[in-house]
């Protein structure tokens, strides 16, 4: 098959055998109850929606395709303010010393915690969703924070956290550069950390972060329920550094164990860590530029938390080009007759949703549809991490047809 034609590139995982799975203790379902809990005390809180696409199912062969849309959490276009909410949430509590669950939002809001914190900075790293979410928490807490964008990263992303009360710049470097940035100026100035990839000696925070992100797949559980479903046959996560992934994953596992769906996880073929890791069977990171306009998976070096989870759980790798995020983008943007229209940006549903178009109507690609077990019984769960966070670069891609397939 010429490369042109061969868009993506799988990878089937076999069970590491050389120790023990896994451990997933950290986000079980009782714990996710517990997250979910402190969600809602945002006044902003509300499930996101779970759309059903029964004609786009029907079209490719499969039995449903469930969206679940994080685009309307919080008004902030994107999932990744679960995981900052929750984390600052965490590290406020603890330093009160108390548990999260004994805290709300109103008393953390007060001058009372305020007399006895002072101002706190929190700085991270992002390519753009996950450095509004906390400059969207600290500022709705009363708190600073400082943001450091990968070199590439769009103006309308750094605008858009400054909006949100952020100091917030564009480094000349890659992701990790901004990582390590992140890292560096925390320890000169005394800032706290909120990074969702785990560094030496920092894993707290980045569990936090994950365990944030369980709101997801806790409500995604309870609306397929409203549909009679159990549980999805399929469920295809997109990944940059692991994170969000590892937790859905993790999350799956601890209520479904060995019966759990079908996983497939999917990067950036300009990112793709997580699937070299797979196939070298040791811990791979990606160096050097990332051009992808998959932005939010432009992230080479696995996070060490979510990765063994990833390792061990996941059934496929999927390493995708450009085109198919951008086929996926079109398809939810001009839906089927009697489907939603879902507006997803690169690195959302669009991801899932172009790999299983091409899986499911190319010839090419009979084999990986067979192994995977798609067919006509499929139910198939995707998961839209963002909207139109660079809406130029949406129209670009949607109306003006780049990155078309081939």
Not at 47 to 59: F, I, R, S, V, Y
Not at 321 to 342: C, E, H, N, T
Not at 379 to 385: P, Q
């Amino acid at each position: 098959m010429s490369d042109k034609k061969e868009f993506i590139r799988g990878s089937f995982n076999s069970t590491r055998k050389d120790r023990p799975k896994a451990n997933v203790d950290f986000i079980t379902v009782d714990i996710i109850k517990k997250v979910n809990k402190f969600h809602r005390g945002f006044d902003e809180y509300l499930e996101t929606p779970l759309h059903n696409l029964m004609n786009l199912a029907k079209h490719l062969g499969l039995k449903d395709i469930f969206v679940k849309d994080e685009s309307y959490r919080f008004g902030l276009n994107a999932f990744k303010v679960l995981g900052s909410a929750y984390a600052i949430g965490k590290y406020l509590a603890n330093r009160l010393g108390h548990d999260i669950s004994e805290v709300s939002l109103k008393y953390l809001r007060s001058k009372e915690v305020k007399k006895k914190l002072g101002e706190i900075t929190f700085v991270t790293a992002t390519d753009g969703n996950h450095g509004r979410g906390v400059a969207w928490v600290a500022n709705q807490l009363g708190h600073k924070s400082v943001v450091y964008m990968p070199r590439g990263s769009s103006l309308i992303r750094l605008n858009n956290i400054k909006k949100e009360g952020g100091e917030a710049y564009i480094i000349d470097g890659n992701y990790e550069d901004a990582v390590k940035l992140s890292e560096e100026m925390a320890k000169e100035n005394g800032w706290v950390l909120i990074q969702d990839t785990a560094l030496e000696g920092y894993e707290a925070i980045p569990t936090w972060i994950m365990q944030g992100y369980g709101t997801i797949i806790y409500e995604a559980m309870k609306q397929l329920a409203e549909y009679g479903i159990n549980k999805p046959s399929h469920v295809f996560l997109q990944a940059g550094v692991g994170s969000f992934a590892g937790a859905m994953l993790g999350y799956l596992v601890d209520k479904f164990g060995e019966d759990k769906p079908t996983t497939i996880i999917m990067e950036a073929d300009k990112a793709n860590c997580l699937y070299l890791s797979s196939m070298e069977g040791k811990r791979v990171v990606v160096e050097g530029d990332m051009p992808t306009i998959m932005a939010g998976l432009a992230c080479g070096a696995p996070n060490t938390i979510s990765y063994d989870i990833l390792m061990d759980y996941a059934d496929a790798f999927l390493s995708c080009p450009d085109i198919v995020a951008a086929r996926g983008m079109r398809i939810l943007a001009s839906p089927l007759k009697g489907d939603p229209q879902i507006i997803s940006g690169e690195s959302g549903a669009a991801v899932g949703i172009g790999v299983i178009s091409l899986l499911m109507e190319r010839k090419e690609y009979k084999d990986l549809r067979q192994r995977l077990g798609l067919d006509e019984k499929s139910v198939v769960l995707i998961i839209n991490t963002e909207g139109d966070t660079d809406p130029k670069k949406y129209r670009d891609i949607v109306w003006d047809g780049d990155y078309c397939s081939l």
